[in-house]
């Protein structure tokens, strides 16, 4: 079975900082991918990234960067200078590939508050 | 390109009533998902589609829940004898084979 593990519920940062949400994953599959999504409150998930789990080189977009290190299964996500309106939950998730590809498992998410 | 659109945006419906949500996913992407999403909690997995095809469905659906994608458009998701446990939000889906997943902005759902 696949797990996902956002071991933060909630973090509170004041702009311009940096913040870094956690992800680690548990899963039986070889090749998998994984996902980041933001949800603001309209309740959209809003697509991030996804990285195919043969391709190990961090990525950076702009404010954002993920850290993906197959080693320690986990998926890291981090916002630098924080602005208001990053302020948003954070999804991560897990998916299989061929039929299993869209079947998400989601992390339970990250509440991220940017106060000005 | 448009994007995934769900309808309604919001439904209110006594205990034992039907409800039908309709999802039309971004044009000649070929699967459809659906998920759940509660309070607090991250999306679940509920059912997908590859064209008109339901490939999956979760031990989540109940024989209450069906869902169809008539010639591999737009899809629905009823809910007959809605309970209270059925309130969350339904998220729609889409993507083009094993592409990125795009999602709309669900359909919140509560039963009173």
């Known amino acids: 079975a696949q797990k996902v593990t956002q071991a933060q519920t909630e973090i509170s940062v004041v702009e311009k900082e940096d913040v870094t949400l956690d992800c680690v994953y548990e899963?039986?599959?070889?090749?998998?991918?994984l996902f980041w999504y933001k949800q603001p409150p309209s309740g959209e998930l809003v697509f991030l990234i996804r990285?195919?789990?043969?391709?190990?080189q961090n990525e950076i977009s702009g404010r954002y960067s993920w850290n993906f290190q197959k080693s320690t299964s986990s998926f890291n996500f981090t916002i630098t200078a924080s602005q208001v309106v990053d302020s948003a939950v954070y999804f991560c998730?897990?998916?299989?590939?061929?039929?299993?590809?869209?079947?998400?498992?989601f992390g339970q998410g990250t509440i991220l508050t940017v106060h000005p | 390109d448009t994007g995934v659109s769900q309808d309604p945006r919001h439904k209110i419906t006594k205990r034992g009533q039907n409800v039908t949500f309709r999802c039309d996913p971004i044009s000649e992407h070929n699967r459809l998902y659906w998920y759940r999403q509660t309070l607090g909690q991250g999306p679940e997995f509920l059912t997908y589609f590859q064209n008109e095809a339901q490939l999956e469905k979760s031990r989540l659906l109940s024989d209450r829940f069906s869902a169809e994608r008539p010639k591999g458009s737009f899809s629905t998701l009823e809910i007959q004898r809605t309970e209270q446990g059925d309130s969350a939000m339904y998220l729609c889906?889409?993507?083009?084979?094993?592409?990125?997943?795009?999602f709309g902005e669900g359909s919140w759902l509560t039963v009173v």
């Open positions: 990285r195919n789990s043969f391709d190990e």
């Open positions: 889906a889409s993507s083009l084979a094993a592409d990125t997943i795009y």
């Open positions: 998730a897990l998916s299989g590939v061929g039929t299993s590809y869209g079947k998400l498992t």
């Open positions: 899963t039986r599959d070889t090749t998998y991918y």
